[in-house]
């Protein structure tokens, strides 16, 4: 098979695959190899959807011996299948990279014979792109769950992030869906891949040429909508991960339906806007100061489809608003629905010099379309909606295009997946 | 007389800043702009010195490392009359330091950090953006108009990225290139260009950068209003993947 079909298959195996991002690693070669890694994340393409191109986000393989209900690839599926060889993919990556169409690779597989046979073939690109091709550039590789622990630690020498799906929300979903993946075999590496990060930064503060291990870190991915975990469920866990195990990021992908299979549920379209909110709340968790207990709650265990989940818990929350620009600490402003971190910070640097005005507020680019009617500016409020929680509701919806803004991200975030309206 | 004029340069326009900033009791209420050689221009005008100049830039790295960094992206952007704007905002970055970028509620700082903004993100855009292509002697070639005059750093970037190869980096609407060479990095202008051969594997490779391209993509999720928003169609000329779109 020529290369060129094996990239059609094997690419359009990997797009569903939420994770492109590409920053947080910044790796600089003495010598004359070709590439560096950029601390911001650089997107190189968009795609027709509207999505970032950062990495050749490529399967080695799709030909699997499991059988995940949820997957194209499983082996009861009559797809066609195929393999690259090492050299094929080394190829390919140096060929992209050259021409500065990627920031590196992102490789990932069916499982091919058993775990340990893939990992090893996958390890092996990546041994050859580090030491043939001296290339410097961004690799990530996934970790085939059951893989030996040998392998793993030798994937984190080579590879700036590696990642192992979570796959599902829960256990039960776990051996309802996909019943050849064992839970420990997923979080086994993960908590090894936890502990190596963490002893290679230490031993790098002693020593500066102690070698490296994933210094983009770790993540994971689960899928949204093909098992009944609530939302609080799944943010309770992204939370631990965080916390717990130290990950970079937890990427959500809505469910795709792809095969007929009763153990599925049936959905109308794919879960989007759950995903979207998903994201958000996740970015609540990471960057604002919120927990998924004041996110959710067990009353209402479900993200509002209607308000993104900061307007939504201020609107619960009326007794911390208005909220006084002038006077409000940095953790108080960034918790205005409309107020991001670059506002936060910007008001916050502002007030040092003179007293925010409201013309101020909006020199400085703090976006008023929601942050209005949740703060005052030197005791004058913006809009008299007072204390009519009805009113501010309908306000919010008739007025402003719903809840469909999206708080904004902290600029190295260019590659956050899932923008889609 | 408190209306100054300069030559235009980058340097000038440093010569002009230290100069007010040095004699003028209130440098905040001085003009400055370009001269033009009007019969009836009013001003002073400040002849360039470039030792003053470099003296100048090299205290304001000192004294406030952001405001110089951010004086440099705004020269690259090439904008016009904002330099009174520029005057007042050299004056506030040497007495208060680095805290003067977050006073964006002071119109002449906003204006200044704003344009400064536009050339870096449009150096990081093209970072990503730009599209090399193989020739048929081995070295590579990438062509661009960008909006604003990003081929230094740019080239500084590849340099870093793209050591072992060769390659030009061809501004095509200033006319100037940056050359890549034996891990020297060169500047120069290009009078006339001539686009060379490319290499017999390169329509092999752009093919296999378009299927990519092209599978990647979820077909349910076409949203091309957003592709635009962020990668803008006065981009796509020199895009591989949107040649013939
Ligand atoms: S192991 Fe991976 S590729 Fe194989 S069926 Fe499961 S999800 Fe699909």
């Given amino acids: 098979m020529e290369t060129l079909e094996k990239l059609q298959i094997l690419s359009g195996a990997a797009r569903y695959d939420a994770s492109c991002a590409s920053s947080g690693s910044r790796r600089q070669d003495a010598s004359c190899g070709t590439g560096n890694t950029s601390q911001g994340g650089i997107c190189h393409s968009w795609s027709d959807d509207g999505r970032c191109i950062s990495l050749l986000k490529i399967l080695l393989s799709n030909d699997c011996i499991y059988d995940c209900a949820y997957c194209v690839n499983r082996a009861t599926n009559p797809v066609p299948r195929a393999s690259f060889s090492a050299r094929e993919v080394v190829e390919l990556t140096m060929e992209f990279y050259r021409r500065n169409y990627i920031e590196g690779l992102f490789l990932s597989s069916a499982v091919m014979q058993s775990p340990d046979h893939t990992m090893e073939r996958m390890v092996g690109v990546a041994e050859l792109l580090r030491t043939e091709e001296r290339f410097g550039g961004y690799i990530h590789l996934k970790i085939i769950p059951g893989s030996s622990s040998a392998l793993v630690r030798k994937a984190g020498l080579y590879a700036d992030r590696i990642s192992v799906n979570i796959e599902l929300p829960s256990q039960e979903s776990l051996r309802r869906l996909a019943p050849q993946k064992h839970k420990q075999a997923i979080l086994e590496p993960m908590s090894l891949i936890g502990r190596q990060i963490q002893e290679s930064m230490l031993e790098r503060k002693a020593s500066r040429h102690a070698p490296r291990f994933a210094p983009a870190g770790q993540s994971t991915q689960m899928i949204i909508g093909a098992s009944p975990e609530s939302d609080l469920q799944i943010l309770r866990l992204s939370e631990g991960l965080y916390r717990k195990m130290h990950l970079k990021r937890v990427y959500y992908s809505a469910f795709v339906p792809v095969n007929a299979d009763n153990r599925l549920p049936v959905l109308a379209s794919p879960p989007l806007l759950r995903e979207h909110r998903l994201y958000q709340a996740d970015w609540l968790l990471r960057f604002y100061g919120f927990s998924a207990g004041e996110i959710l709650s067990d009353d209402a265990p479900n993200l509002d489809e209607t308000f993104d989940p900061k307007t939504s818990w201020a609107l619960r929350h009326p007794e911390f608003f208005p909220v006084e620009i002038n006077r409000a600490d940095y953790g108080t402003l960034l918790r205005v629905p409309g107020i991001g971190v670059t506002s936060a910070r910007r008001i916050v640097a502002a007030r040092r010099f003179s007293v925010i005005t409201p013309e101020g507020l909006k020199r400085i680019g703090v976006v008023m379309k929601r942050a209005k009617y949740f703060i005052t500016c030197s005791g004058r409020p913006f809009e008299k909606t007072g204390r009519q929680p009805e009113l501010l509701r309908s306000r919010l919806l008739i007025g402003d295009g719903a809840g469909e803004s999206i708080p904004e991200p902290p600029p190295k975030q260019l590659s956050l997946p899932g923008l889609f309206a | 007389m408190n209306r100054y004029l300069y030559d235009g340069t980058p340097e000038g326009l440093l010569s002009a800043a230290a100069l007010i900033i040095a004699e003028e009791k209130e440098p905040e209420t001085i003009t400055?702009?370009?001269?033009?050689?009007?019969?009836?221009?009013?001003?002073?005008?400040?002849?360039?010195?470039?030792?003053?100049?470099?003296?100048?830039?090299?205290?304001?790295?000192?004294?406030?490392?952001?405001?110089?960094?951010?004086?440099?992206?705004?020269?690259?952007?090439?904008?016009?009359?904002?330099?009174?704007?520029?005057?007042?905002?050299?004056?506030?970055?040497?007495?208060?330091?680095?805290?003067?970028?977050?006073?964006?509620?002071?119109?002449?700082?906003?204006?200044?950090?704003?344009?400064?903004?536009?050339?870096?993100?449009?150096?990081?855009?093209?970072?990503?953006?730009?599209?090399?292509?193989?020739?048929?002697?081995?070295?590579?070639?990438?062509?661009?108009?960008?909006?604003?005059?990003?081929?230094?750093?740019?080239?500084?970037?590849?340099?870093?990225?793209?050591?072992?190869?060769?390659?030009?980096?061809?501004?095509?609407?200033?006319?100037?290139?940056?050359?890549?060479?034996?891990?020297?990095?060169?500047?120069?202008?290009?009078?006339?260009?001539?686009?060379?051969?490319?290499?017999?594997?390169?329509?092999?490779?752009?093919?296999?950068?378009?299927?990519?391209?092209?599978?990647?993509?979820?077909?349910?999720?076409?949203?091309?209003?957003?592709?635009?928003?962020?990668?803008?169609?006065?981009?796509?000329?020199?895009?591989?993947?949107?040649?013939?779109?």
């Fill in chain 2, 32 to 245: 400055l702009a370009e001269r033009e050689n009007t019969l009836f221009e009013e001003g002073l005008f400040i002849a360039t010195d470039v030792a003053a100049a470099e003296a100048f830039f090299q205290r304001l790295r000192r004294e406030a490392p952001d405001a110089a960094s951010i004086f440099y992206y705004f020269v690259l952007a090439e904008k016009e009359g904002l330099d009174t704007s520029l005057l007042h905002y050299l004056f506030l970055a040497l007495r208060q330091g680095d805290r003067v970028n977050g006073h964006l509620t002071h119109s002449a700082v906003r204006d200044v950090v704003m344009v400064s903004r536009k050339a870096s993100r449009e150096l990081h855009r093209f970072k990503g953006m730009l599209r090399f292509e193989k020739l048929r002697d081995g070295a590579y070639l990438a062509r661009m108009e960008p909006d604003c005059n990003i081929l230094q750093p740019l080239a500084g970037h590849f340099s870093r990225r793209l050591r072992a190869e060769d390659w030009f980096i061809y501004d095509v609407r200033r006319r100037i290139a940056a050359r890549w060479h034996q891990g020297k990095l060169q500047f120069g202008s290009i009078e006339q260009f001539v686009a060379p051969a490319l290499s017999d594997e390169e329509k092999k490779v752009q093919a296999l950068w378009l299927t990519f391209f092209r599978t990647i993509a979820i077909p349910d999720r076409k949203n091309p209003r957003l592709q635009k928003s962020n990668m803008p169609m006065k981009y796509w000329k020199y895009l591989t993947e949107k040649q013939g779109v």
